[in-house]
């Protein structure tokens, strides 16, 4: 379990830490209510809780081990992004040119790529297309900020999952992160 986040910050290998012991605390507890407890009652709702804690941190940590690559020009944009997923748990890079985003998924061979359409020097389509050839089931979602309908039918049938025109609602984009990664 510390091995997972040793690799992703230093700061997590305490909290991975100190959730382990509190675990292991309270499943001495439970042994202990169990021997000198009568009321079964309370004995079950001690395990529920601690099972319910055990499993919200595994979650986090499989979300851990998913990545996702955001590629954006704009650099606020990016922030966003990176700040929301790295709070629901994943893991995640950024990329603001075609050339940086495709060697990320070389090196990180990411789970989701979020995708700009509108990039300078290679457009999102191009990008897509490389993606494509480097990872045939990579998962795509695209961004735009004009609804493009021929440019979203194109990249649609070069594998793109779904698109989202900006301004989008971020809480709907992070709903559809996890519902394609199955968290």
């Known amino acids: 379990m510390v091995k997972i986040f040793s690799t992703v910050d230093p700061s997590l290998h305490i909290l991975s830490s100190i959730?382990?012991?509190?675990?292991?605390?309270?499943?001495?507890?439970?042994?202990?209510s169990r021997n000198y407890c009568r009321n079964c009652r309370l004995s079950f709702r001690i395990c529920r809780i601690v099972q319910i804690g055990k499993t919200h941190f595994t979650e986090r940590i499989w979300r851990m081990s998913k990545k996702i690559v955001i590629v954006d020009d704009q650099f606020g944009i990016r922030i966003l992004l990176r700040e929301v997923f790295q709070r629901e748990g994943y893991r995640t890079f950024e990329a603001a040119n075609g050339p940086n985003a495709i060697e990320l998924v070389k090196t990180e061979n990411p789970d989701l790529v979020l995708l700009d359409m509108k990039i300078p020097g290679m457009d999102g389509l191009e990008i897509l297309e490389n993606l494509k050839k480097i990872s045939p089931d990579i998962k795509v979602i695209i961004m735009t900020a004009y609804e493009e309908l021929d440019i979203i039918e194109e990249a649609l049938e070069l594998g793109a999952l779904t698109s989202f025109?900006?301004?989008?609602?971020?809480?709907?984009?992070?709903?559809?992160?996890?519902?394609r990664l199955g968290a």
């Open 19 to 32: 959730l382990a012991k509190n675990i292991r605390k309270d499943a001495r507890m439970i042994r202990k």
């Open 165 to 179: 025109t900006k301004p989008f609602d971020i809480d709907q984009l992070v709903r559809e992160v996890k519902n």
